[in-house]
């Protein structure tokens, strides 16, 4: 009679759990009003007051912008990495990724994501008066040619995919978007792969020590969007629906020129639409 009592009570108790186990980011969002954000520092995108705690940027600013035409709140709880995101994702630490993430093939296998709200090159640069890749990036491929990247980011992908017999001048994932780049001007390393807005922002504390390698093209081109977990296809989709009206509106373009030290840094989403005149 006890065993049956026993099991009786671990099914009763139990169906919550298996409840909780079924429920989506979205579902949490709905039922609490909250959207718990998780966020990666890198300035101009999100930046900390080291001294009031107050967050600030681009990406602070839309998604508070976001939560508000969605009648929601935003937690920004827990500081992660842009190389965590898809494990802290799949395993509920918050909801949506928050400080904009770099939309690409490797990332899409683990997360989802929203439409884009800017756009973002990469370009190879090195130290200031060093010519010696200007239209020949071919030569990066060598195992005398040192590269600046930081763990899982973008530099040490292009590395791996472009430029697979370089070597590695390789930083944590918490480094500063500003090591990746004093590596190359203290001779640590010949050249590194970043955006032209983190290289001119670095150059007004530290004029005319870096320069861009001449090439024709950019090395890559990204949407700049907020991830999801894989499979949270409500919760993307009413995030993008919000994200248009805020394109739409003109809000977004009031965001990026407020947080944007170098005018023309950010490339814009094109307008979906043609005026007959």
């Not at 884009?116 to 040619?145: M, W």
């Not at 407020?258 to 005026?275: Q, T």
Request: charged residues 25%; hydrophobic residues 40%; glycine residues 4%.
């Amino acid at each position: 009679m006890k065993k049956l009592l026993l099991a009786f009570l671990l099914l009763t108790f139990s169906f919550p759990t298996i409840a909780d186990a079924g429920e989506t980011a979205y579902d949490r969002v709905m039922k609490s009003s909250t959207i718990r954000c998780g966020y990666a520092l890198w300035p101009t995108y999100l930046e900390l007051d080291p001294n009031t705690g107050e967050l600030s940027g681009i990406w602070y600013d839309y998604v508070e912008e976001l939560a508000k035409k969605l009648s929601l709140k935003v937690e920004w709880t827990t500081e992660s990495n842009y190389g965590q995101a898809s494990q802290d994702l799949k395993t509920g630490r918050y909801d949506v990724f928050c400080s904009g993430i770099w939309l690409n093939a490797s990332r899409s296998r683990e997360m989802d994501f929203t439409i884009p709200i800017t756009y973002q090159v990469v370009e190879a640069f090195v130290r200031k008066g060093d010519s010696r890749f200007d239209d020949n990036l071919e030569v990066v491929n060598d195992p005398a040619i040192k590269v600046s990247t930081i763990d899982g980011e973008m530099a040490d992908t292009i590395r791996k995919e472009d430029f697979p017999k370089s070597t590695s001048v390789g930083l944590p994932q918490i480094s500063e978007s500003s090591q990746l780049l004093l590596n190359v001007v203290e001779n640590k390393a010949d050249i590194t792969f970043t955006s032209p807005e983190t290289v001119e922002r670095f150059l007004l504390k530290n004029p005319d020590v870096l320069q861009k390698v001449k090439t024709d093209r950019p090395l890559r081109l990204f949407p700049e969007v907020l991830a999801v977990k894989m499979g949270e296809h409500s919760l993307r989709q009413m995030l993008s629906n919000a994200t248009k009206e805020l394109l739409f509106s003109g809000t977004i373009e009031k965001i990026i020129k407020k947080h944007e030290e170098i005018p023309g840094s950010f490339y814009r989403v094109a307008k979906p639409y043609e005026v007959i005149e």
